[in-house]
């Protein structure tokens, strides 16, 4: 009998599910029969920021590198859900919030509880601190990335040093204040910034 390495092993799901016609995004599915073989396969009409989904660098400036061109590990290794409950709303998430939680090195996870335009928001300091110190960051709709969606002071800061950014994650609050093993791997395209994920914690 082989050894299972997920033996004893939580794996929660991280993506909420996706229905066509149902989402604020757009996503159109169209199923065609295959002339080959006769079997059905799907065109698919959707938004590189779809639901959860993973940004590249060159979302923030064409002349970044795209979603094909970072290398696979930023997608996948060990992981940090920071709890940011104790923030009151609209508040700054600051570098001391952070500090203590996070190792060199870590892919970072925040959420704090509060859903909306009341979500705390990453400081500019708390990214430029992010930005030498993680290789990728994950939110939900708790944590709003930028202070001003003028400066895009988060953006900048981390993908600028090409650091991808996971956005639209869910079920945070099973993994908030624990550290674990995340995938989200995106599709390898050629000049996409940003590609729908399957995100999942392994505990």
Known sequence: MGYNVLENRE???????????KEKRRLTIRPFIAELDKTIMHDIDMMS????????????????????????????????????????PREAILVSDLE???????????????RGEDAPYISKEAAEWLSHHIKMLGIDDTINLEESYDLMASHKHLLGRNIPIVEMLSNLDQVAGK????????????????????AIAIL
Do not use: Q, T
């Open 49 to 88: 920021h779809l639901g959860v989904h993973v940004e590249a660098p060159s979302h923030f400036k064409p002349e970044w590198p795209d979603i094909s061109s970072l290398d696979i590990r930023s997608f996948f290794g060990e992981a940090v859900c920071v709890d940011l409950r104790h923030k009151n």
């Open 179 to 198: 550290r674990f093993i995340y995938i989200g791997l995106p599709l390898r395209i050629k000049g996409l910034d940003s590609s729908p994920i399957r």
């Open 11 to 21: 794996v929660i799901d991280l993506s909420p599910l996706l229905v066509p016609g």
């Open 100 to 114: 203590k939680h996070v190792k060199d090195g870590d892919i970072v996870l925040l959420y704090s509880g509060i």
